[in-house]
């Protein structure tokens, strides 16, 4: 079972991808993924704090499956045969615009009982990301006041 967004955001892919991975700067404008801890790099493991409701928030451990600079970011986490997901966001660059895509497919005994339940939410959690995202890209672009 997958959950897929796309938002198109006026600019250029290093922007974006500036942003995506700039963990360090998540808790002040992701609303989702409020916080990594680990290395970026194929193979190494997070601790991702998440949250579905902007209150509750649980830590998932994950491994990065891939990392294609300025392009795709993938990794996997959850409970081991109950249930786990393999989150990927994808940056595509056309002419003056990008393409993020986020998505998550999940697999285990629960997803038949649980993806149902979670499935309003995480698909709001990641559009709301995403718009967030583009918000901290457009923000980046302005010059500090002084």
Known sequence: MEITTNLTIPGRADEV????????SYPRWNPFIRKVDGELAEGAAWKAELSLDGRVFFNVPTVITELVPGARLTWRGGLPKLMTGTHSFGVTEA?????LEQSETFSGALVPVVFPLLRPSLTRRFAEMNEALMAEVVRRRVPAQV
């Open 95 to 99: 002419t003056g615009v990008v393409t």
């Open 17 to 24: 991808w500036a942003v995506l991975v700039d963990l360090v």
